[in-house]
């Protein structure tokens, strides 16, 4: 509808209304001040905003009132810019019909000035309530997706294979210790992957690669993060194809590296156990002997054996219940060491300073534990005048190294082959970020035990 009032351009007449996208209006700003007043509004205003034309051109607020407040003053302030410089203007807006209904419009419009100097906008307005709503529930997926990837700590990455362009999410960097705006590139990728991993991985991606129309792979693998720190993760991806061949890589990353800890630590007590039940009855033996050699009646004999028995009993509870338990370095060893004869054992004063956490009992115990044996068996404690002492070296800030000292033993060498107590050595301490060193000096068996100072 035209007001008859206000003289329009034939063009953008004849054009408005043979549009069928969306309503098409003519808005004048006269330039004494006077309000602006639409002065073309085409037909479908109706049927998109449930107002007539009519009163449209009668009263600019049967429009502009059915804006949601924030989008009505958005308008304005951006038409208010653009008319300065005669610029055109194109936003979305969300209008509530008289019949409750909120729908979404994007309105375009440009301004040209007439010879008296009014102001006049020729614009259009589409209705993309369908288009908001499935951007909407689009990004509304997306969230949905980020936050089930951020619970289960996926990342998700993208490789280009014909550019080599590689894109990683915030997860996916964190993961390889990076900062979210770090640069990542399939070199420096490569480069993070453990030397004895490379190739492994390498394969299962190019045999992915060369599955005709793509191919999924898995991968689990170390990575060496900034820090310096080793970590696990595991990678899954998929290779796309078009009609060109490779295309592009997606696929996610999780860092594993709690599991496989926790199953080196299952591992490592399994085979300790495994170890203790098959040398059971070497330690037994071993107790019996060095019983009788001092035992002065079968009373005596008895209770020495009854009471290691017992000892050995409490040892195994400390092994079982010492991921529940924070204790001191001398209550770990008196129970470890009852087996073993403790008043051959010399134990420094100052080791009552050292506590551990529950990470390090278990590990010291079976560390402890295996080197009480092996001293029984083959050092200090094989025979009648050896002695062990523990105690506490000078160490650096934030560090506890434990000395332990065989002496008055048989001669010992090293084995000529690697066996548990030695994988045992190598792997105890080591989640905790401690180490543990064994010499074979002439006069015994000396084992030195590093370990971050607990806070």
């Known amino acids: 509808m035209i007001d008859p009032h206000v003289p329009i351009d034939p063009p953008f007449h004849a054009i408005a209304d043979q549009i069928a996208l969306g ?72 209008l509530a019909r008289p019949d409750g209904e909120v729908r979404w419009s994007r309105i375009t419009a440009a301004p040209h000035r007439l010879e008296n100097g009014d102001l006049v906008w020729d614009g259009l307005q589409i ?43 915030e997860r996916s960097k964190a993961i390889f210790g990076l900062p979210a705006d770090a640069e990542i590139t399939a070199d420096s990728y490569k480069k993070s992957i453990h030397p004895d991993d490379r190739e ?4 299962n991606y190019r045999k992915a690669v060369g599955t005709p129309g793509g191919g999924d792979f898995a991968s689990e693998y170390r990575v060496t993060i900034p820090s ?45 156990l495994a170890h203790r039940g098959k040398n059971g009855l070497s330690y037994m033996m071993a107790m019996v002997r060095q019983a009788a050699r001092r035992a002065a ?38 129970a470890v060491l009852q087996p073993f004869d403790q008043e051959r054992f010399d134990l420094a004063p100052d080791l009552a300073t050292v506590k551990l956490t529950n ?43 434990i000395r332990w000292k065989e002496a008055g033993g048989p001669p010992v060498a090293a ?23 064994g010499r074979y000096e002439p006069g015994g068996f000396v084992a030195r035990l590093e370990f971050p100072t607990p806070l």
């Open 200 to 203: 492994m991985v390498g394969a």
């Open 127 to 169: 209705d993309v309530t369908d288009r908001q709503r499935a951007e909407t529930e689009l990004e509304e997926e997306h969230r949905r997706l980020e936050m089930a990837a951020e619970a289960t700590g996926l990342g998700f990455w993208e490789l280009d294979m014909r550019t080599d362009a590689l894109v990683w999410t």
């Open 415 to 437: 084995p000529g082959q690697s066996g548990f107590g030695a994988r045992l050595m190598h792997r105890a301490l080591r989640e905790q970020g401690g180490r543990v060193e």
């Open 23 to 94: 309503m098409a209006f003519q808005v004048l700003v006269p330039a004494d001040g006077a309000p602006a007043r639409f002065t073309y509004v085409s037909p479908r205003c109706l049927e998109m905003n449930g107002v007539p034309a009519a009163a449209v051109l009668a009263d600019t607020d049967a429009f502009y009132g059915l804006l949601l407040p924030e989008h009505r003053a958005r308008l304005r302030t951006i038409a208010a810019a653009a008319a300065a410089g005669l610029e055109s203007v194109e936003m979305q807006v969300a």
């Open 228 to 272: 310096g720190q080793t970590r696990w993760v595991l990678s899954h991806g998929r290779v796309l194809w078009d009609d060109r061949g490779p295309r592009v890589v997606v696929g996610t990353t999780l860092d594993v590296t709690e599991r496989r800890s926790a199953e080196e630590r299952r591992a490592l007590v399994m085979a300790e």
């Open 359 to 401: 990470e390090l009992t278990l590990g010291l115990t079976l560390l402890v534990h295996e080197l009480a044996t092996n001293a029984l068996k083959y050092g200090a404690l094989s025979n009648d005048g050896g002695r062990v002492s523990v105690a506490r070296e000078a160490a650096a800030p934030g560090l506890t190294v």
């Open 297 to 334: 009646s079968v009373a005596d004999y008895e209770a020495a054996i009854l009471s290691r028995l017992e000892a050995m009993a409490r040892s195994q509870d400390l092994v079982t219940e010492a991921q529940g338990r924070s204790l001191h370095l001398p209550t770990l060893l008196a």
